[in-house]
């Protein structure tokens, strides 16, 4: 094994005859120069986890695409934001060459490759101990802000070329892995769009509402000062947990209750298969529960009285967003009232003609939420191997087999 060494991002950069740069400045490219169709912009909104979102994903012209040449991407560039999630950053991969380094943002050049590998320094730079590095040196009272001197004095250990590229194919098997899992999660769920889409069209709400078609139900918090209402083994949602979602399924939450806490708040224990939709602030946000859980006062949970058409029901509600927006009232915060939502008319088809449409996007939605959930194995291995392979205490062929194990 290469004996490792501590280099600051900045030597890195230089090591490989490359550098830390800002993306243009505002003075340079202005709202009013993005375009409909042409050349991707990556912006601090773009930048997930060690991959760029396409995600409206702003554009610009071939002329201003030329103007501003010495900011575009090449394969192997790591992409940060200026301003707010300061330790957030993207690989640049060679699907994302030639787009420009968007305004808002700093670009990451290893030129050589022989001398660093650029995917391990990403992986690198994706520590626990790197991002609270970059977060306790930037500056700024309101919003955290980062610059090229700031981001260049990170410090990484670093093995020999040969290792970081042997632990880079690693972490990016499983990271490949979780990308095309997340193109296939977002195939089948257009899959089953579509066919809803084909299935209403030119169809109107009818006489009857949701509150006639399914059981309604909310929820509620038990007091946070009674201890024994907490940690216990109820799964209990919160519109974080549904917001936070790479698609809609739910199979866990990040705070759970006991069986008193549930006794003490309004919310049932809700059935798998139950639809909750965030009805307080962020409104529109959907989940399908895949255990059963309880749920704040932030939902609206749905459960079609015919079991059969709850797929149906969870489609139309995608549908009707805007107009529930519309249906929202508050001062602090918008929030659709559940009796409002009760009252809303739907659109239905026969029985026997939405019980056949669950019958085909229902394995669509099986299929999308097993790939959900193999990504989400993945990703905890990844994260599991990450430090240790960084610190030298896991050997690369062990790591590999471990992968080998799970892909």
């Not at 243009?24 to 202005?30: A, D, K, T």
């Not at 980062?146 to 093995?159: A, D």
């Not at 990016?172 to 990308?179: E, G, P, T, V």
């Not at 529960?289 to 006062?297: F, H, M, R, W």
């Amino acid at each position: 094994m290469s004996e490792w060494t501590t280099l600051t991002l900045a030597e890195i950069c230089a090591a490989s005859g490359g550098g830390i740069q800002t993306g243009p400045f505002g003075s340079q490219l202005h709202a009013s120069d993005y375009v409909a169709e042409g050349t991707p912009s990556v912006m601090p909104q773009n930048i997930g986890d060690n991959r760029i979102s396409t995600e409206s994903i702003a554009r610009i012209n071939d002329a201003d695409l030329a103007r501003l040449a010495k900011y575009t991407l090449q394969a192997g560039d790591i992409v940060y934001s200026r301003r707010g999630d300061v330790e957030r950053r993207a690989l640049v991969r060679e699907e994302n060459a030639g787009w420009l380094c968007g305004t808002g943002c700093l670009r990451v050049r290893i030129q050589d490759q022989s001398v660093h590998d650029s995917r391990f320094i990403s992986f690198a730079l994706g520590l626990a101990e790197s991002r609270e590095w970059i977060v306790r040196h930037a500056v700024g009272a309101t919003m955290l802000n980062l610059n090229t001197g700031i981001l260049g004095g990170v410090p990484l250990r670093v093995p020999g070329v040969s290792q970081q590229q042997a632990i880079a194919e690693v972490l990016s098997a499983l990271d490949d892995k979780i990308a095309a899992n997340k193109e296939t999660t977002e195939l089948l769920l257009g899959l089953a769009d579509a066919q809803f889409v084909k299935a209403v069209a030119g169809s109107s709400p009818g006489p009857l509402t949701f509150g006639e078609v399914a059981d309604i139900g909310g929820g509620g918090t038990p007091r946070t000062t009674v201890d024994e209402y907490w940690g216990g083994a109820v799964q209990w949602a919160t519109p974080t947990d549904v917001t936070a979602l790479g698609a809609p399924y739910l199979a866990g939450t990040s705070r759970t209750i006991t069986d008193e806490g549930l006794a003490a708040c309004s919310s049932a224990l809700y059935p798998v298969g139950s639809i909750l939709m965030t009805s307080r602030a962020t409104i529109g946000a959907f989940a399908v529960a895949k255990i059963p859980t309880a749920v704040n006062q932030g939902f609206i949970v749905v459960n079609a009285k015919n079991p059969a058409h709850q797929w149906w029901l969870f489609h139309e509600m995608k549908s009707r967003v805007p107009e529930f927006l519309s249906f929202a009232n508050g001062a602090t915060f918008l929030e659709l009232p559940r009796g409002r939502f009760k009252g809303v008319n739907v659109r239905l088809a026969s029985g026997d003609a939405m019980a056949e449409f669950g019958s085909v996007v229902g394995p669509l939605h099986e299929a999308a939420a097993a790939v959900v959930a193999e990504s989400e194995t993945l990703a905890r291995t990844r994260d599991a191997l990450l430090p240790l392979l960084m610190s030298g205490k896991v050997r690369v062929q062990d790591a590999g087999k471990t992968v080998e194990g799970v892909l």
